[in-house]
């Protein structure tokens, strides 16, 4: 037995040298932080397809987002081909909401021929943040994709840096969520500060509203605009708890609370109990910082939207931004209900929910959004595998757990890369969509743009689905002017051959 003697000791160094080779690298979280046994996955994954095709479930089965889903985000972050060959293998004809974007065949924008072109394109809102009501500090956000609010606490600090730095990177905006302003939000990257029950980052120590720290916050950090939580989708009106254990010094002084204390966030606002008083809060919160000031809310009970809208109306307050979390149904109700008031035109419509992949996000822009946030696709490409073990604190990528010895498999300079390569290639299929339906840019799609399939070969177009009226969902006119003008010497343009002598015109 002596091979046996001699090949033990080889296969030992070999697999030690393995492990320390996958402890040093720094693009795959998983294998830094399961040398070895991370590579099963890598295997399984490569020859998972195949496997799943006949054995377990189909590429569009899995939850929250397909696997399919996942591969194009997975390839849009590495800056790899994200296409899919030999057609779709999804059951178009007989998927009841199934969306089909229609081209147009001699539209007014015409686009370039190669596939890579226009991944470093500009795609600004078509909309000014905070213009239609006179805010001083209004702009118009650089990207139509932005990072959405996912607090430090929730997400690692080297999640939180990743994303940052990545918003840097491809020029868009990042959410702090509702957690405050932490160290790994002062990367580079430009910030939406969320205002949620609990005003972490803005309260004094009873845990009130503090106005003055507020200022102080958004003086000393590139805050662009201030978004006032009223729910997520996820968590509809409910409050939440922090235990003791998980308030480290570092959330503790992000959040302004104790450390090692139970943390709560109440379920309601303490500064305002209506949507009058709402408006009078958004006033004041826009008066004194400068800022455009937003709210975010699942779609939820339209009663509320109709208050809001008809006191916007009637009484000139307002916000300037809407967020809503409802993916593309839930995104195109706020629109609707802001277009039967004709405020429309002047508040920023930012749509979350799955809007991270091209089709939706699509749907979602002919709806009247202005902006889509991306979160957990945000979350896909820097690392995370849709392992769903968020809530426990052992997620194996780094990307949302407080335990430093995961977090640290996540090396914040490689993945923000990868974050902003992701946002920059959803920004270049959003324009070659737009180009394919003859506009210039996402904002500028009508309803009439997408027909909705009813799974029995027939469909609707979406404007009926929804109620629209053909104007409704764009930009004012002057907007549309203005976007198209900067549009148009950004996006490299195709064109035809040279016509022959013959050609008719
Ligand atoms: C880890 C995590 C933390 C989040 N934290 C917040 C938060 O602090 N405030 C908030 O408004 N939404 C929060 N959200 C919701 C997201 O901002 C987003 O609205 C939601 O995930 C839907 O978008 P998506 O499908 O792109 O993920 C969080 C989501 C995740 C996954
Ligand atoms: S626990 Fe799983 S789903 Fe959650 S961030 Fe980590 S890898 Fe992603």
Redesign the pocket.
Known sequence: MTWARRAVPAVATAVAALAARDLIQRDHALLRNFPILGRARYLLETIGPELRQYIVAGNNEER?FTRDQRRWVYASAKQENNYFGFGTDNDIEYTPGYPIIKHRTFGRAVPPSSPAAGHDVRLPCAKVLGAARGRARAFRPESVVNI????FG??SGNAVTALNKGAALAGCLQ?????GLSPYHRNGGELVF?L?TAYFGCRDEHGRFSLDRLKDLVAGAPVKAL?I?L?????PSLGGLLPGAKVSAEIAATRGIPAGQDCVSPSRHAEFSDCDSLLDWVELLAAETGLPVGI?SAVGDLGFWQELATLMRDTGRGVDFV?I?G?EGGTGAAPLIFAEHGLHEQVVFVG?????LPDNAIVAFALGCDL????????LSIGCIQAQK?HTDTCPTG??TQNAWLARGLDPASKSVRAANYVRTLRRDLTKVAEACGVEHPGLIGTDAVEILDGRTGSTPLHEVYGYRPEWGLPSPADQAEIIRLMVPEAPKGGSAPPSATAVG
């Open positions: 929250p959405s609010g996912m607090s929730s997400l959410n702090t969520g509702e957690g969320q949620g978004e939580k729910s997520q989708g996820a968590k975010k967020t979390d993916g979350a929910g799955k809007l991270g889509v946030n991306v979160g957990r696709e945000a979350m968020c990307v949302a």
